[in-house]
C-alpha cells in the first residue's frame, strides 16, 4: 500500500541553524501539508500546498518558515533559524482530492532544538 | 472559529469491555470527520472518516463512529477493546471549505488485562 514517507525521522540542531525536513508523499496525490506537534499538545496545521504554491497557511506558519516542491516527488519544510520552541513532531500529510480529502500522514520527523 | 474537543485526555479500560471516545467539532457548515490513532514513536493511522450519508460509519480495527448533526458529536466506538488498541486516538474535522484539519487535543487509552 503506498505510504507517505519523511526523512529523517529524528533530526538534532543548534539554536539558529536551518533545517530542512523531507517528505515523499503519495506518488498521484495532488494536495500537500505540513502539520506539528509539540510534545504533549494537539496537532496544529502549518501550511497546505497544491500546484506548486501555498494555498493556506497558519498564523504559526512565519517568515522563518518555507515549502517547496523541488522535484516530482519530494516536499520539504525548511525552517530558517530555528528557535527552542520549534521543537516537535513535524508531519507531512498528502491527499488526491479535495473537498475536504482523506489525508495520509507520515511517521513524522522529530525536531529537537537544543 | 472551527474547533474540535475531546473532553476526555485519558481513558483507562478493560481488555473486551466497551469503549467510547467522545469528540465533539465547532463548524457552521457540513463538516467532514475523522478519527486517527497514533501509537508511540509512530504516525497518524485513518480509523475511519464521515462525509456524508450513512452517520454510522464503520473503520479499521473494528471502530465505528456516528455522527449527530444535533449535537455537534462524532464519537468513536468499539464493542471489545483489546490491548493492541492502546495509543492515542485524534478527531479531526475538514471542510469543503478550507484545505486543513483542525485536530482535537487526543485521548490516551490504556486498556487493562
Known amino acids: 500500500e503506498p505510504e507517505v514517507t519523511q526523512t529523517p525521522s529524528h533530526q538534532v540542531t543548534q539554536m539558529g541553524q536551518e533545517v530542512i525536513l523531507r517528505c515523499v508523499p503519495i506518488?498521484?496525490?495532488?494536495?500537500f501539508y505540513w502539520y506539528r506537534q509539540i510534545l504533549g499538545q494537539k496537532v496544529e496545521f502549518l501550511v497546505s500546498f497544491y500546484n506548486n504554491e501555498i494555498s493556506e497557511k497558519s498564523e504559526i506558519f512565519d517568515d522563518q518558515f518555507s515549502v517547496e516542491r523541488p522535484d516530482g516527488s519530494n516536499f520539504t519544510l525548511k525552517i530558517r533559524s530555528t528557535k527552542l520552541e520549534d521543537s516537535a513532531m513535524y508531519f507531512c500529510?498528502?491527499?488526491?482530492?479535495?473537498?475536504?480529502?482523506?489525508?495520509?500522514f507520515g511517521p513524522g520527523t522529530r525536531l529537537t532544538v537544543t | 472559529a472551527q474547533s474540535v474537543t475531546q473532553p476526555d485526555i485519558h481513558i483507562t479500560v478493560s481488555e473486551g469491555a466497551s469503549l467510547e471516545l467522545r469528540c465533539n467539532y465547532s463548524y457552521g457548515a457540513t463538516p467532514y470527520l475523522f478519527w486517527y490513532v497514533q501509537s508511540p514513536g509512530q504516525g497518524l493511522q485513518l480509523l475511519l472518516k464521515?462525509?456524508?450519508?450513512?452517520?454510522l460509519v464503520q473503520g479499521i480495527k473494528g471502530f465505528e463512529a456516528e455522527f449527530k448533526r444535533s449535537q455537534s458529536s462524532f464519537n468513536l466506538r468499539k464493542p471489545s477493546v483489546h490491548w493492541s488498541d492502546a495509543a492515542e486516538y485524534f478527531c479531526a474535522v475538514g471542510s469543503y471549505n478550507f484545505n486543513k484539519f483542525y485536530f482535537g487535543s487526543g485521548t490516551k487509552l490504556n486498556v487493562k488485562p
Open positions: 500529510a498528502s491527499s488526491e482530492s479535495l473537498p475536504g480529502g482523506e489525508q495520509y
Open positions: 506518488s498521484n496525490h495532488l494536495y
Open positions: 464521515y462525509f456524508s450519508g450513512d452517520t
